[in-house]
């Protein structure tokens, strides 16, 4: 099967430059693969930005859900390989706001790795970020790598079989 790149080492560029041409509630970074929510409110009214993203390959994986009620920012590695720490700073950097940050990390190794990283470093610049992590659910409370006693089932929030309870302060 023929596939219709015009040069693979740009190939994860231009695709995001399609969603986000096919989309106007989207940006795209101009140094960084990395898709923002358009409209976001001035940085010291923004609610809490929720992050996520990965390798490329999958698409619309990351970038199609960055919108309202969705994903704040979408960050995309090259294909099959996970953004590097740089751009998942500079995704926190563009969409935190006075609430932080929500960082969603699926269980990839080097999605926990960078992902990770990146939020200690924007913690380490007095960002207000946390990191979640787990491939269908969000924790509680996670730190890289977890421990068998951090993942307990009463801490679990399942999300792919029912809507997360607002009780459990999610809107």
């Known amino acids: 099967?023929?596939?219709?790149?015009?040069?693979?080492?740009?190939?994860?560029?231009?695709?995001?430059?399609?969603?986000?041409?096919?989309?106007?509630?989207?940006?795209?970074?101009?140094?960084?693969?990395?898709?923002?929510?358009?409209?976001?409110?001035?940085?010291?009214?923004?609610?809490?930005?929720?992050?996520s993203g990965g390798g490329s390959g999958h698409e619309p994986a990351h970038a199609g859900y960055v919108g309202k009620g969705m994903l704040t920012v979408a960050v995309a590695g090259d294909v099959f390989t996970s953004p590097s720490t740089d751009a998942v700073l500079a995704g926190i950097r563009v969409a935190a706001g006075p609430a932080g940050a929500l960082v969603i990390v699926k269980n990839y190794t080097g999605d926990r790795l960078n992902f990770?990283?990146?939020?200690?470093?924007?913690?380490?610049?007095?960002?207000?970020?946390?990191?979640?992590?787990?491939?269908?659910?969000?924790?509680?409370?996670?730190?890289?790598?977890?421990?068998?006693?951090?993942?307990?089932?009463?801490r679990f929030w399942f999300t792919s079989s029912r809507a997360l309870p607002r009780s459990r302060g999610f809107p």
């Open 116 to 154: 990770g990283l990146a939020a200690e470093l924007a913690r380490a610049e007095e960002s207000r970020s946390r990191s979640w992590s787990s491939p269908t659910t969000l924790l509680s409370r996670i730190r890289f790598p977890p421990t068998v006693a951090e993942v307990s089932p009463a």
């Open 1 to 51: 099967m023929k596939k219709l790149i015009n040069d693979p080492s740009t190939v994860v560029r231009e695709m995001l430059e399609g969603v986000v041409t096919l989309s106007p509630a989207t940006v795209l970074l101009a140094d960084e693969n990395v898709v923002i929510r358009s409209g976001l409110p001035d940085a010291d009214k923004r609610k809490v930005a929720v992050l």
